[in-house]
T-cell receptor
Framework: DQQVKQNSPSLSVQEGRISILNCDYT??????FLWYKKYPAEGPTFLIS?????DKNEDGRFTVFLNKSAKHLSLHIVPSQPGDSAVYFC?????????????????FGQGTILTVHP | SAVISQKPSRDICQRGTSLTIQCQVD?????MFWYRQQPGQSLTLIAT?????????ESGFVIDKFPISRPNLTFSTLTVSNMSPEDSSIYLC???????????FGEGSRLTVL
């Protein structure tokens, strides 16, 4: 049972345009969501996160949107740069905001390969 | 952010053997986490390693197969025992910030079992 799904295995975007990566989840107990970027032969790197009490969080070129009713979140990268080419993972946690015992347990999606062409 | 070093970065192993992966963090942390990424799959938490107590394993993972040591606040090891080709994966060590939930990952150890 895949609780976090990234239905697009890959995405190709022109440099300077917007990249939109999507993620759906099924567990309504998730209350914290994160995006990670992973280059080959490296571990995942934290990008941006959002708590379930918000619907948007912005950090520079990266914005994450959360639609709780649809159980959907998305990561927008504007403008996209060739250096953004990587695998992007969506992840979710439950009970973190309440200081729950699930700290450290992230449920990951399968990743989306983003390629930004010059 | 934490600096996390893993050894080995990659290895090719024979079926039936065991391999120990080391994880070193540049600061003291209470909990360390071991994840696995099988080919084409998402990352999955194997276990949480607390210093001074036994590791806590997630459903589907058992201590006999993945014994973990946590001798101090900056170091942990994960052993993959009696390996089979299905154990071919990237194994990742991570630590986190409790107030944000974000995890920092090592570069991973890519194991190939023949």
């Amino acid at each position: 049972d895949q609780q976090v799904k990234q239905n697009s295995p890959s995405l190709s975007v022109q440099e300077g345009r917007i990249s939109i990566l999507n993620c759906d989840y099924t567990n309504s107990m998730f209350d914290y969501f994160l995006w990670y970027k992973k280059y080959p032969a490296e571990g995942p790197t934290f990008l941006i996160s959002i708590s379930s009490i918000k619907d948007k969080n912005e950090d520079g070129r990266f914005t994450v949107f959360l639609n709780k009713s649809a159980k959907h979140l998305s990561l927008h990268i504007v403008p996209s740069q060739p250096g953004d080419s990587a695998v992007y993972f969506c992840a979710a946690s439950e009970g973190l905001r309440a200081g729950g015992t699930s700290y450290g347990k992230l449920t990951f999606g399968q990743g989306t390969i983003l390629t930004v062409h010059p | 952010s934490a600096v996390i070093s893993q050894k080995p970065s990659r290895d090719i192993c024979q079926r039936g053997t065991s391999l120990t992966i080391q994880c070193q963090v540049d600061s003291q942390v209470t909990m360390m986490f071991w994840y696995r990424q099988q080919p084409g799959q998402s990352l999955t938490l194997i276990a949480t390693a607390n210093q001074g107590s036994e590791a806590t394993y997630e459903s589907g993972f058992v201590i006999d197969k993945f014994p973990i040591s946590r001798p101090n606040l900056t170091f942990s090891t994960l052993t993959v025992s009696n390996m089979s080709p299905e154990d071919s994966s990237i194994y990742l060590c991570s630590v986190g910030r409790s107030y944000t939930g974000e995890l920092f990952f090592g570069e991973g150890s890519r194991l190939t079992v023949l």
